[in-house]
T-cell receptor, first 112, second 113 residues
Framework: EPEVTQTPSHQVTQMGQEVILRCVPI?????FYWYRQILGQKVEFLVS????????KSEIFDDQFSVERPDGSNFTLKIRSTKLEDSAMYFC??????????FGPGTRLTVL | DAKTTQPTSMDCAEGRAANLPCNHS???????VYWYRQIHSQGPQYIIH???NNETNEMASLIITEDRKSSTLILPHATLRDTAVYYC??????????????FGGGTRLMVKP
């Protein structure tokens, strides 16, 4: 069964460093998403991406964040200058249409 | 998207049916009811969705009341592996919009032997 994959599974970085989280969505899907979950808190929407542009973003997704689909398979989330409060699980998701979204296993980001 | 209300936690005996309720009294006509679950620290997993009619798949059944103000997710024979947080989410479907999912606190289902 096709699935969303994410790399790395765990990323440790120093405050102020740039990180890139990678996702490979399900191959025939057209909509892509990033969510995050701070430990013990709710899953929060960050951004959605369709037709090579951002279609919706939350207040969390400020100028420090960017997304890219550099080729036909990868979807990346970049955090330009990480802060301690960026420590969280980051989940990528994809969907074929406007319906159900399929999530990856997540990347645990730890900012020291 | 309409707000949903779910109990914070529930217990269920292994092998019995787990019935998870959700209230969504402000749901509008074009909004669907979606259910996802999250097993400890894993990515949320899609379970089922519906608009008006009851739905069933290999994982669960979804019963939506006639006025659509509430719904129940039924896991017919709960196993220990069904222990998870279950999220009821109401949203419309728009092919030109973001289609973000808004997760609440969900119901923490504990399946006990």
């Amino acid at each position: 069964e096709p699935e969303v994959t994410q790399t790395p599974s765990h990323q440790v970085t120093q405050m102020g460093q740039e990180v890139i989280l990678r996702c490979v969505p399900i191959s025939n899907h057209l909509y892509f998403y990033w969510y995050r979950q701070i430990l013990g808190q709710k899953v929060e929407f960050l951004v959605s991406f369709y037709n090579n542009e951002i279609s919706e973003k939350s207040e969390i997704f400020d100028d420090q964040f960017s997304v890219e689909r550099p080729d036909g398979s990868n979807f990346t989330l970049k955090i330009r200058s990480t802060k301690l409060e960026d420590s969280a699980m980051y989940f990528c998701a994809s969907s074929a249409g406007a319906g159900e979204q399929f999530f990856g296993p997540g990347t645990r980001l730890t900012v020291l | 998207d309409a707000k949903t209300t779910q109990p914070t936690s529930m217990d269920c005996a292994e092998g019995r049916a787990a019935n998870l309720p959700c209230n969504h009294s402000t749901i509008s006509g074009n909004e669907y009811v979606y259910w996802y679950r999250q097993i400890h620290s894993q990515g949320p997993q899609y379970i089922i969705h519906g608009l008006k009619n009851n739905e069933t798949n290999e994982m669960a059944s979804l019963i939506i009341t006639e006025d659509r103000k509430s719904s129940t997710l039924i896991l017919p024979h709960a196993t220990l592996r069904d222990t998870a947080v279950y999220y009821c989410i109401v949203r419309s479907r728009n092919n030109n919009a973001g289609n973000m999912l808004t997760f609440g606190g969900g119901t923490r289902l504990m399946v006990k032997p």
